[in-house]
């Protein structure tokens, strides 16, 4: 008795029997119905998404004896025919095994006769970007003027490969891969109609497995069925692909949450005793975190068959989502540098180890469960929890000094400065400075799991280009501040108090100022620097400043100009271009210049003159 493979058996013969891909078989349904049939087809997509399965049944509407229809009978000679692989017009090519300019030769000659029994000749290359380039370019021709008793369905997984020349001449189709949901799905109906009994978690594992591909689903399928002796259950399942237990997952996740070193210990040897790639063990914990999450945030979204759906709801009461959000970054990281490390194992621990040094402290007034868990957390990562508050200090600080660059900038003097802030607004008060002075007025920072009270914190030292000391009066800041500028040479004097950078730089450098009055400085801009303007928020950022750097307040407009020649960039420009003749002038009326140049025929090499820097 010969056993058909369930890839085979269950291969769609009509669009009805598809599985997604709604959006292409709405397409050539329509294409059918209305005779507006193009004689070339391109089918994109991974492998077992439905590429040829769609071309056979695109070829079985063409030729069926019923006429041309997106409903083919299934039961006249010619769709028994295409759905027995042995129809005459059908001539399916697999370019993988002929690439050559001859094998397309053949086919353009065959191409010339009728067809012998259908309506049409249909040719079905597959992975068509296997050919060789010179194979395509004897293709293009007929490709694009074929008799028009052809059509050409070409299939592949790599469309980048294929010459624009062939693309331009094909109708494309992307085929997605497919859910798995809607491959979990088509198991299900498949086993029901064979009689055969199955877990729904292991169905959900074999869908994982598949990445997308029905026929990929259901060649483990039938793995599954036989290693399993005619039943699906978990366990069975998860033996046949060596995964990890999820179980062990949840283990692992479960010891993070309540920051215990032992348990987490007892879970990574639990991971080791499985001999699994390191790598996809961090893939499965970012999983979990995935579900979590959805559980959190999209509770009507988050169902799933393999993770208990009670651990889980527990694991989403005990974190935070901002915790699930870190975990899943220091999770995904870890699996791609997992290769980098000393040894995968060791890449490992340390990835699930990050996870517990770097736990977020709990908030004032928060949960008992979530105040142990924070004091746990410092008992168990120890400095590596004072290393977390540290960089956290130290980006918010720096945070809070961008802020402040503005207007501090207007008091800058020669040389950097260093300002003592008492009262820099509530911004500041929830920071604690890398050298933190504790309550007993030591030096040492504070203990792991400690959490430092803003009334802890006296005074903290920033050093920056040009602040103002904070102590001083409004009337002493405003003094500080520049005048709003009048024209092109005030407006040279304000800008490098703006303290800006990248882009802000180049187009606060290419305005200038063309009038000042009612409250209102109309600022230029040439109008090739106008795509500036349409950057999101820089116009917004540059105008801050501004406002924080004058004495008064005013109203901004920028204005595009045709011809501007007093900009800050402009005036910049020459000087470098003085510079530069200078430096030329200079170097060629050298003596000594001269009398090489004379002695040996030679030439200065145009743009090899530099002036020196500064």
Same mark, same amino acid.
């Given at each position: 008795?010969?056993?058909?493979?369930?890839?085979?058996?269950?291969?769609?013969?009509?669009?009805?029997e598809l599985v997604g891909q709604e959006h292409v078989v709405s397409a050539l349904r329509q294409a059918l119905d209305t005779g507006r049939v193009h004689h070339a087809f391109l089918f994109t997509g991974t492998r077992g998404v439905g590429k040829t399965t769609i071309a056979r049944i695109f070829a079985k509407s063409l030729n069926c004896e019923g006429g041309i229809s997106s409903e083919p009978c299934g039961e006249c000679a010619v769709c028994r025919d295409v759905d027995a692989g042995r129809f005459i017009d059908l001539i399916e090519i697999d370019a993988a095994s002929n690439t050559g300019v001859d094998d397309v030769r053949e086919l353009i000659e065959s191409a010339q006769y009728g067809p012998a029994r259908g309506r049409y000749k249909v040719f079905l290359i597959d992975e068509v970007h296997m050919l060789s380039r010179s194979a395509f370019n004897a293709l293009l021709k007929t490709l694009e003027e074929p008799p028009g008793h052809v059509k050409f369905l070409l299939a592949t997984t790599d469309p980048q490969k294929l010459p624009v020349t062939v693309l331009s001449r094909c109708l494309q189709f992307n085929l997605r891969r497919l859910t798995r949901e809607e491959i979990a799905r088509q198991m299900a109906h498949i086993l029901a109609a064979e009689d055969i009994a199955a877990e729904p978690a292991a169905l959900e594992l074999i869908a994982i497995a598949a990445d997308g591909s029905v026929r990929d689903g259901l060649s483990l399928l039938d793995q599954a069925i036989v290693h399993g002796a005619g039943k699906l259950t978990r366990d069975q399942v998860q033996t046949m692909l060596g995964t990890l237990d999820q179980d062990v997952v949840l283990?692992?996740?479960?010891?993070l949450v309540a920051g215990d070193g032992a348990a987490l210990q007892a879970a990574i040897e639990a991971v080791a005793a499985y001999v699994v790639d390191y790598a996809d063990v961090l893939q499965a914990l970012a999983s979990a975190?995935?579900?979590?999450?959805?559980?959190?945030?999209?509770?009507?979204?988050?169902?799933?068959?393999?993770?208990?759906?009670? $651990?889980m709801q527990a694991l989403a009461t005990a974190m935070s989502p901002e915790d699930v959000q870190l975990h899943f970054q220091l999770a995904t990281v870890a699996a791609r540098d997992v290769e980098l490390a000393p040894t995968p194992r060791i890449g490992f621990e340390m990835g699930v180890l990050r996870m517990l040094a770097f736990r977020p402290e709990a908030p004032a007034g928060g949960s008992t469960a979530a105040a142990a868990s924070g004091q746990a957390a410092g008992r168990s990562a120890g400095a590596g @929890?004072?290393?977390?508050? $540290?960089?956290? +200090?130290?980006? %918010? #600080?720096?945070?809070?000094?961008?802020?402040? %660059?503005?207007?501090?900038? @207007?008091?800058?003097?020669?040389g950097p400065t260093t300002a003592v802030a008492t009262d820099v607004g509530s911004a500041r008060d929830n920071i604690m400075p890398v050298n933190a002075v504790d309550t007993a007025g030591t030096d040492r920072p504070p203990a792991a799991g400690a959490r430092v009270q803003p009334s802890a914190i006296s005074t903290a030292t920033v050093t920056t280009p040009a602040i103002a000391p904070a102590t001083a009066t409004q009337d002493d800041a405003k003094a500080l501040k520049m005048p709003v500028p009048q024209d092109a040479t005030g407006w040279a004097k304000l800008l490098p108090h703006l303290a800006l950078t990248g882009p802000e730089r180049e187009m606060a450098e290419n305005c200038t100022v063309l009038a000042c009055n009612d409250g209102e400085l109309r600022l230029g801009m040439h109008s090739r620097h106008e795509f500036l303007l349409g950057v999101p928020r820089l116009r917004e950022r540059i105008e801050q $400043?501004?406002? +924080? #750097?004058?004495? $008064?307040?005013?109203?901004?407009r920028f204005e595009i100009v045709a011809e501007l020649s007093d900009t800050p960039a402009v005036h910049s420009a020459r000087q470098q271009q003085a510079r530069q003749t200078d430096a030329e002038s200079r170097f060629t009326a050298d003596p000594h210049v001269q009398a090489a140049?004379? %002695?040996?025929? %030679?030439?200065? #090499?145009p743009g090899s003159i530099r002036p020196r820097s500064g």
């Open positions: 008795m010969t056993y058909l493979a369930l890839a085979r058996k269950w291969r769609p013969k009509t669009f009805a283990g692992l996740l479960e010891a975190l995935h579900r979590i999450q959805l559980c959190q945030l999209l509770p009507d979204a988050a169902s799933d068959e393999v993770l208990d759906p009670a $651990r @929890a004072t290393a977390s508050s $540290r960089s956290a +200090a130290v980006t %918010a #600080a720096s945070h809070v000094a961008e802020i402040d %660059a503005a207007p501090s900038a @207007a008091g800058r003097k020669s $400043r501004i406002l +924080a #750097a004058v004495d $008064r307040p005013v109203r901004l140049m004379q %002695a040996l025929d %030679a030439q200065i #090499a």
